[in-house]
């Protein structure tokens, strides 16, 4: 069962006749991670998606609260009796009519989720190794820092990683510099400083990078930056690791030829989870 505009109904309806999100990319989203009925990071993920939808001119409804955005979020969630913990999509696009050009900037949304097996986040100790992705580069612009339905450089990536045994692929952007990695943002530390992209690199602007810097600016003696990195920086490294919602914290264990601790990403996950706890 999926959530469209508020009615629940069968995943095989037709419900994407005419999707401008399936013609054109026009369209944005937002991936959830839901632990015994409550949205993680509720706040965060309605302030982007509201962000997403203004800076593709869609039109905000007038309904399309917080408490309704949790509501419609957590119906879908009760319906497929998910009651552990979940993950959930929630897709915004600009109403059917016009080419490029719309007719009209309202919008409808589509709901799915299914069931994950951990509530609370734990480190993946496997290996996991990864490379650059230059095929593609991803733009410095304020389209590359929201979540839209057109994902074609994280798509022929990902099959990329696949057909080269790589675990994830790191995107560069058109100078060349280290973004982030096919599914969140990567973090690098070295020696006592932890470093990220900015949001002006073409970066994501992650929920979960959001949440780490916040708690990695509270471990003493950690210095917390957000600057440029090079590849060549990567091959200096400690330590890498990417972040999303739905993982967390996935140490890199290999890059090319060297390979990482994963200290303090063992931290963060404590932490990160207490702070779950707390709330």
Excluded: W
């Amino acid at each position: 069962m999926i959530n469209f505009n508020g009615n629940i109904v069968a995943q095989d309806e037709n419900v994407l006749t005419q999707n401008r999100a399936f013609l054109y990319g026009d369209g944005v989203f937002e991936t959830l991670k839901i632990i015994n009925n409550k949205i993680l990071f509720l706040e965060d993920h309605y302030f982007r998606l509201m962000a997403s939808m203004r800076v593709v001119r869609m039109e905000i409804p007038m309904n399309f609260t917080m408490e309704y955005f949790e509501e419609q979020v957590l119906k879908v969630i009760r319906e497929n009796k998910f009651s552990a913990a979940a993950r959930a999509r929630i897709t915004v696009f600009r109403n059917d009519g016009g080419l490029y050009l719309p007719k009209t900037n309202d919008v409808s949304f589509l709901i799915h989720a299914t069931a994950l097996e951990n509530a609370l986040y734990s480190l993946n100790k496997a290996s996991y190794e990864v490379d650059l992705y230059k095929d593609f580069y991803v733009a410095k612009q304020l389209l590359s820092s929201i979540k839209t339905t057109n994902k074609l450089i994280n798509v022929t990536g990902s099959i990329f990683a696949h057909e080269n045994g790589l675990d994830n692929c790191i995107l560069v952007n058109d100078s060349k510099n280290v973004v982030e990695v096919l599914q969140g943002n990567l973090f690098m530390v070295v020696g006592k400083k932890l470093s990220t992209p900015p949001v002006s690199e073409g970066c994501l602007n992650g929920v979960m990078r959001k949440q780490i810097l916040a708690l990695a600016k509270k471990v003493e003696g950690i210095e917390v930056v957000e600057e440029i990195i090079s590849p060549f920086d990567l091959q200096k490294a400690d330590e890498l690791f990417l972040t999303n919602v739905i993982t967390g914290i996935q140490p890199i264990t290999k890059y090319r030829k060297k390979e990482f601790t994963s200290n303090l990403a063992h931290l963060l996950v404590q932490k990160l989870n207490e702070s779950i706890s707390e709330n």
